[in-house]
């Protein structure tokens, strides 16, 4: 049985916009793990962003795994030295090369406190200035990670789980309203840019901002990857929400997080269903559930219309990423591999792995 079945969700095909390929795994397996998400959660087409910052050949697996499963997107990343090698051109020189590759789009992890911190540079900095202009020139989205719960910056709100995981954003890291700011920067200068942000902006708590966010640049989406506090927030003011939902319908989109978790012996249900139901079940239900994930029960559910869901679920991600996702220069992506294979220091798993993908991109 497929999720929608279990649960009594609609039938329709979804499009996932929020995957992660970044566990290093042998290829053939994620591959699995992939398609078994794809069947079981009854999705047409799914974004996966890639997280170099964990694992720093994950763009060209992402690639890989575009070129293997039907219905992929490739959102890439952009790779960091955290030196004086980082500069416009350097920037440059990557998004073109990922342009050409065959990338639907962007990801940028570097809004995360942590991440923000070890760039020790603003994300409106003009050293990104090209990569900006060149996402908004070709339309393509940047699928962009600004901040965490604001109560992680507040010692006495900040839940206790997210404390011992050392999750307390104390005076070194940007605030939460300046890096907000940077973001408005980014925007100030590139208007049109397709900025998605990630976990609804991390604003579920504050609806007059998002109010005014949306209302002030048209390009821009928020997904609703959870986020441990979005859900309640929603519930907090649910007819509010409703109905900025209702007026942005066209620029929500729906994402879950998931990974290529190895299942292990757990069944597809155990290991992947939790975000997605509380995601789903936010969405559908009219009436009371319970929240898997965090073991809580959902009191004020969306309980949304058809009209709404066919937006979220797949609408707006056919118009933002596009009905086909967009070619793979093969014979470049094999050379771009090779070098980077050689340039850097791999294990024998990701030396098989980047190898593997060498050949079938050259054997195409
Ligand atoms: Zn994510």
Redesign the pocket.
């Known amino acids: 049985m497929k999720n929608y079945e279990l649960n009594n969700y609609r039938s329709k095909p979804v499009c996932d916009m929020?995957i992660?390929p970044h566990v290093e795994l042998p290829l053939d397996e994620t591959i699995k793990i992939f398609e078994n998400i794809k069947d079981y959660f009854n999705y047409e087409k799914i974004a996966l962003?890639s997280l170099p910052y964990h694992d720093i050949a994950n763009n060209f697996k992402t690639l890989y795994l575009k070129s293997k499963i039907d219905g992929i997107y490739a959102n890439l990343g952009l790779i960091h030295n955290l030196d004086d090698r980082d500069t416009q051109d350097y920037y440059s020189k990557q998004v073109k090369s990922m342009y050409r590759m065959g990338c639907d789009g962007f990801k940028m992890l570097e809004g995360k406190p942590t991440y923000r911190k070890q760039m020790g540079r603003p994300l409106n900095d003009s050293v990104f200035d090209k990569f900006y202009e060149f996402a908004e020139e070709k339309q393509l989205p940047i699928v962009l990670?600004y901040g965490d719960p604001v109560e992680f910056w507040d010692i006495n709100k900040i839940p206790k789980w997210a404390l011992e995981r050392g999750n307390l954003y104390d005076d070194s890291f940007v605030s939460f309203r300046n890096g907000q700011k940077e973001i408005e920067g980014i925007l100030e200068k590139f208007p049109k840019l397709k900025l998605i942000l990630?976990h609804f902006f991390f604003v579920s708590d504050d609806i007059d901002y998002a109010e005014w966010f949306m209302s002030k640049w048209e390009n821009v989406c928020f997904d609703l990857?959870p986020g441990s506090e979005m859900y309640f927030n929603f519930s907090d003011r649910i007819d509010d929400w409703r109905r900025f939902f209702v007026k942005y319908s066209d620029r929500i989109l729906y994402g879950t997080?998931i990974y290529n978790w190895q299942q292990g012996d757990l069944s597809m249900e155990k290991k992947y269903s939790h975000a997605v139901n509380l995601v789903r079940g936010f969405l559908e239900r009219k009436e009371p559930f319970l929240n898997t994930w965090q073991n809580k029960e959902m009191k004020n559910p969306f309980g949304f219309e058809d009209d709404v869901l066919d937006k979220i679920y797949h609408d707006n991600f056919i118009r933002v990423f596009g009905e086909k996702s967009r070619e793979l220069d093969k014979e470049y992506i094999a050379n771009e591999c090779a070098n980077f294979l050689s340039a850097h220091e791999f294990n024998e798993l990701e030396v098989s792995n980047m190898k593997q993908i060498i050949d079938w991109f050259k054997s195409e």
């Open positions: 929020h992660h962003q990670h990630a990857t997080d």
